[in-house]
């Protein structure tokens, strides 16, 4: 219940609110009863609670001060529910939720920029495999609008660490569906 009510409450005292979340959530007590379940829930609420994707993204940095472990887990999970809202059920909403919370994870350095590529990349390919090989043009508009949900978030660390920059990236996706 907590992942889900973190930052409905005195916003004032946000980090506070935060740091008492990751410590419930990295209790000993707590990863050994309850690991799947906290996987979960966070990423039912990256998927479905968009307004709050900077308040997950920075719970994530915090949990991985103390467990690394728990942090892959979920970004892990947060991937293969991108996977699934993107190819499989065509959901834009979810779709670009998730993508949101991944890119905030990256701009705070909890997920490299190498994933994040890749992920994208890989994401093409399924959607234009599914397709046959013809990406028809609603999902293109899926695809790109997917991206360019957590892109202008994570393009400066793109920029610093692969030296990609957004105008790059745009024009690339541009010759890509053209």
């Not at 028809?136 to 957590?150: C, F, H, R, V």
């Not at 660390?157 to 920059?165: C, F, P």
């Not at 790059?168 to 569906?177: A, M, V, Y």
């Amino acid at each position: 219940m907590q992942i889900i009510r973190v930052g409905d409450e005195k916003r004032s005292m946000i980090e506070d609110h935060i740091i008492k979340v990751r410590d419930s959530i990295v209790s000993h007590e707590a990863l050994n009863r309850h690991r799947a379940l906290a996987i979960e829930t966070f990423v039912q609420v990256a998927t479905n609670l968009p307004h709050k994707a900077f308040v997950y993204g920075a719970l994530l940095a915090y949990i991985a001060q103390k467990e690394e472990s728990l942090v892959r887990d979920i970004a892990h999970r947060l991937v293969e529910a991108l996977q699934t809202s993107l190819v499989e059920q065509r959901n834009v909403h979810a779709s670009k939720n998730i993508t949101r919370v991944i890119a905030i994870a990256v701009e705070y350095g909890v997920v490299s920029t190498q994933v994040f590529s890749q992920t994208l990349l890989q994401l093409l390919d399924e959607c234009n495999s599914m397709a046959g090989g013809k990406i028809s043009s609603s999902d293109l508009d899926l695809i790109l609008e997917t991206i360019m949900a957590g892109l202008p978030i994570a393009s400066p660390r793109l920029s610093t660490e692969q030296g990609l920059d957004f105008g790059t990236i745009l024009e690339s996706l541009r010759k890509l569906f053209s």
